[in-house]
C-alpha cells in the first residue's frame, strides 16, 4: 500500500495535535486561555485524523471533513477571544450587546455547519464550492485581524508572554489565507499547497507548547482602547463589504449573460466608491464610535486617553489658539460638538464673550452676573440640557435663559467653568451631528474636564495680568534710575549755587563752574535721548580710564572730602559707553563722599592686570556691616541716606560692569570705612 504525502502530511499534523492536547491536560488547565487551547487542539486533531483515514482508503465524506474543519476553526476562535477577554457567555462585564457581537462569528460557523451537514445528508448542493472558498478566505481574514487586536492590545510584559502562540496561530491562519486565496483565483485548490498543509499546522504545536511552559505562572492581560476598537471595526465592516462586493460581481457575471463581465467591473467601481464616502463620513464615523461606546466598553470613555488628550491642547503655547477656545474644542469633542462659545468673568464681574468655535454670524451679548443663569450655577454643580430645558424648565428652577445664547444655531449644553464664587466662565455648546444619549458619564466627563479647563484659562489671564504688571515694573524702574540721575545732577548744581557767593570773583571757580554746568548739560541731553527712545543701544567704543576718572575728581573736588586721585601710569582702554562707565565709578565715589565727614578722607587708587584693571575706592566713613553687605547693599531701593536715597546707585553700577564683564566687591568695617573694589576687563586689542 502506497501512502500519499498528504496523507504523512495530514499524520505529522495529528500526532502533533494529539501530543499538544495530552501535554495542555496534563499540567496546564488553570485559565481559560488554557482550556480553549485543549479545546483548539482537540478540534485539530479531529480533523486532521479525518484527513488522515481518507488518505488511508477509509470513506470520509467532503460534507464531514468540512464540517470538522469549521469546529476546527471554531476553537481557534474561542483562543483568541478568550486571550482578549471576550466571552461567548453573557455576563455582567462585557453586558449583553457584547455578548451577541461577540458571537455572531461563532454563530455564523455553526450556520455553516448546519448548512454543510444538510447538503451533505441530502444530497442537494445548496451552497457552490466558490462561495465556500469566499467563505474560507473572509474566516482567515477576521482571524487575522483578532489576532492584530491580540498583540497590540498586549502589554510590553504580556508580549513576551503570547510571541510563540500569535505566531502560531497567525502560521495557521496565514496559510489557510494564502491556500483559499489562490483557489478563488484559479476556481481550484493547488495540489502541492493542500498537501503542505497538515505538516505547515503541526508546526504551530511546538510553538504553543512553548507558550505554555513560558507563562505557567504568567497572567495574559490585554487591554482593548477605543481608537484600536474603532479602527479594527472599520477594518473588518469594509472587509466584510467587500467581501459582499466581490461575491456580487461574481454572480452577476455569471448570470449577466453578454453583459456580464462589463456590469461586474460596473457594480464593484460603484461599491468602491460607495465604501470611500461612507469611510470618510463624519456622522458615520460618529456613530460607529457611540455604537463600540455601547457595545463593547464597560465606560463610555477612556479617561486617560481623554485626559492626555485634554492636558496637551491646554497646554498648547500657540498663541493662535489660546486657552478659551481650546475649552470649547475639547469639550465639544467629548460629546461630538463642532461648535460652541464661551463667556468668561472681567474685572467687573460681567460674563463677556471671549471666543467662538464654528460660529462666525453669531451675535453675543455680555451676561450680567446678576442674572439667573449665573445665580444658578453659583448655587449649583449642574450641566443645563436646552433639551430638557425646553421640554420642563422646571427642572431646572424656571431660570431665564438669556436670548443670545438662545438665538445661536442649535444650542445644546450650558457649561460652568468653576464652581460656586469661583465661576470664571461659561461654555455654549450647539448640537453634535450624531446623536447622542447623554448620561452620568457624559455629564461627569464634562464636569471633570471643564474645571481643567477653567484653571488653565484663570491661570493664562493671571500670567496675562503679571506680565503687564512687569511692564508697568520695568517702567517704574527706569523711572527710579532716571529720578537718581536727576537727583545727582541736582546736587552738583546745588554746590556750585552754595559756592558761587564766596568764589564768583575768583577765576578759577568760574571756569570750574562753566565745566561743571557743561557736564551736567551733556548728561541731561543723554537722559532726554534715552526718554526719547529707551530701547535705543548705548554706543559703546574704547574709551579711555584715565579721563573718565579726572571727569569723575573735577566733580566732586569742591565736595567735603575732596577725593584725591592717585594717576594711572599710563592710557587704560575700556569697551564701553562712556556716559554709563561714568556713571557706575561716579556712584561709588558719591556714596563714598555721602558716607565719611568732612574730616575724613575718599581716595581713588588703581592697580592694573594683563586682563583686567582694578579701581579700589576707599573711605574713612561711618562703614557698613556684613550682613547688610550680604543682604541689602546691592538690593534696589534700599539706601542708608534715610528719605534722601534712592538706594539703586551701588545696584545700578554693578549691573552695568557686569554688563561689561567685571565685578564689584566690598571690604567694610563699621567706624573704620570702605573699600569697594571694581574689577574691569581692558578693551582687546
Known amino acids: ?64 471533513r468540512y464540517t470538522f474543519e469549521l469546529i476546527r476553526n471554531a476553537a481557534w476562535f474561542d483562543v483568541l477571544y478568550a486571550l482578549l477577554g471576550i466571552s461567548f457567555i453573557p455576563n455582567q462585564q462585557q453586558g449583553r450587546d457584547r ?21 451533505g445528508i441530502s444530497g442537494s448542493q445548496w451552497v457552490s464550492s466558490y462561495s ?15 489576532l492584530e487586536q491580540v498583540w497590540r492590545s ?65 497572567v495574559i492581560g490585554m487591554h482593548v482602547s477605543r481608537q484600536m476598537a474603532f479602527h479594527s471595526t472599520t477594518l473588518v465592516v469594509a472587509g466584510i463589504y467587500l467581501i459582499l462586493i466581490s461575491a456580487g460581481g461574481y454572480y452577476i457575471s455569471v448570470f449577466g449573460g453578454t453583459w456580464g463581465e462589463a ?42 486617553d481623554e485626559w492626555i488628550k485634554s492636558t496637551r491642547a491646554l497646554s498648547d503655547t500657540d498663541t ?36 467662538q468655535y464654528h460660529l462666525p454670524d453669531a451675535k453675543f451679548g455680555d451676561i450680567d452676573h446678576h442674572s439667573e443663569l449665573i445665580t444658578f450655577f453659583t448655587q449649583n454643580d449642574w450641566i443645563i440640557n436646552l433639551d430638557e430645558y425646553m421640554l420642563d424648565p422646571s427642572k431646572y428652577k424656571l431660570i431665564e435663559i438669556p436670548e443670545s445664547m438662545l438665538h445661536l444655531e442649535h444650542p445644546w449644553l450650558i457649561l460652568p467653568l468653576g464652581v460656586g464664587e ?85 577765576p578759577a571757580f568760574v571756569d570750574d563752574m562753566i565745566r561743571t ?37 573735577q566733580s566732586h573736588k569742591k565736595s567735603s572730602p575732596s577725593p584725591s586721585l592717585e594717576a594711572l601710569e599710563q592710557p587704560i582702554w575700556i569697551h564701553a559707553d562712556k556716559e554709563q562707565l561714568r556713571s557706575a565709578i561716579g556712584h561709588i565715589v558719591q556714596n563714598a563722599i555721602d558716607a565719611t565727614d568732612k574730616a575724613g578722607e575718599v581716595s581713588i587708587a588703581s592697580k592694573q592686570t594683563s586682563e583686567h584693571i582694578f579701581l579700589f575706592i576707599q573711605d574713612s566713613g561711618i562703614g557698613m556691616s556684613e550682613e547688610f553687605i550680604q543682604n541689602q547693599l546691592f538690593k534696589p531701593f534700599e539706601s542708608t541716606k534715610g528719605l534722601t536715597g534712592m538706594g539703586i546707585g551701588v545696584y545700578q553700577s554693578r549691573e552695568y560692569l557686569r554688563k561689561l564683564g567685571g565685578t564689584i566687591s566690598v571690604t567694610s568695617q563699621i567706624e573704620v570705612g570702605t573699600c569697594f573694589t571694581l574689577k574691569i576687563p581692558l578693551a582687546k586689542g
Open 422 to 506: 469661583n465661576l470664571s466662565g461659561l461654555v455654549l455648546l450647539c448640537e453634535p451631528i450624531a446623536t447622542i444619549d447623554l448620561n452620568w458619564e457624559n455629564y461627569d466627563l464634562l464636569k471633570i474636564v471643564s474645571q481643567q479647563a477653567c484653571s488653565y484659562i484663570v491661570q493664562s489671564d493671571s500670567q496675562e495680568k503679571l506680565g503687564t504688571a512687569m511692564q508697568f515694573e520695568a517702567v517704574n524702574k527706569a523711572s527710579a534710575f532716571l529720578v537718581h540721575d536727576i537727583k545727582t545732577i541736582i546736587a552738583q548744581l546745588s554746590l556750585l549755587v552754595k559756592n558761587a557767593e564766596k568764589h564768583k570773583s575768583n
Open 154 to 218: 498586549a502589554n510590553m510584559y504580556s508580549r513576551s508572554g503570547i510571541k510563540y502562540l500569535t505566531i502560531a496561530i497567525g502560521t495557521l491562519f496565514c496559510y489557510d489565507f494564502f491556500m483559499y486565496s489562490d483557489a478563488l483565483l484559479f476556481r481550484e485548490l493547488s495540489a502541492p499547497l493542500w498537501e503542505t498543509r497538515g505538516a505547515i499546522n503541526a508546526l504551530a504545536a511546538p510553538f504553543i507548547a512553548l507558550t505554555l511552559m513560558n507563562n505557567q505562572k504568567q
Open 99 to 119: 455578548f451577541y457581537l461577540s458571537s455572531a462569528i461563532l454563530a455564523l460557523l455553526a450556520a455553516m455547519v448546519f448548512i454543510t451537514l444538510a447538503q
Open 517 to 553: 554746568t557743561s557736564h551736567t548739560v551733556e548728561k541731561m541731553d543723554h537722559l532726554l535721548q534715552q526718554i526719547h527712545n529707551p530701547n535705543q543701544n548705548n554706543e559703546e567704543a574704547s574709551v579711555e580710564l584715565g579721563e573718565i576718572l579726572l571727569e569723575i575728581y
Open 263 to 304: 456590469l461586474r467591473i460596473l457594480f464593484i467601481v460603484i461599491g468602491l466608491i460607495t465604501l470611500i464616502l461612507l469611510i470618510s463620513s463624519p456622522i458615520l464615523r460618529a456613530r460607529i464610535m457611540v455604537f463600540i461606546s455601547k457595545n463593547f466598553f464597560d465606560y463610555k470613555y477612556d479617561y486617560r
Open 1 to 64: 500500500m502506497n501512502i500519499s504525502f498528504l496523507t504523512i502530511s495530514n499524520s505529522i499534523g495529528l500526532l502533533a495535535f494529539l501530543l499538544l492536547a495530552v501535554f495542555i491536560a496534563s499540567k496546564y488547565l488553570r485559565r481559560s486561555v488554557d482550556r480553549s487551547l485543549l479545546l483548539a487542539a482537540l478540534a485539530s486533531s479531529l480533523w486532521m485524523g479525518a484527513l488522515v483515514a481518507q488518505g488511508l482508503g477509509f470513506d470520509v465524506p467532503f460534507y464531514l
Open 132 to 146: 465556500i472558498l469566499l467563505f474560507q478566505v473572509s474566516l482567515s481574514i477576521v482571524a487575522l485581524l483578532l
Open 320 to 355: 493662535s489658539h489660546p486657552p478659551s477656545l481650546q475649552a470649547i474644542k475639547i469639550l465639544g469633542d467629548l460629546v461630538g460638538s463642532q461648535s460652541g462659545a464661551i463667556w468668561i468673568k472681567d474685572e467687573e464681574g460681567l460674563f463677556k464673550p471671549k471666543a
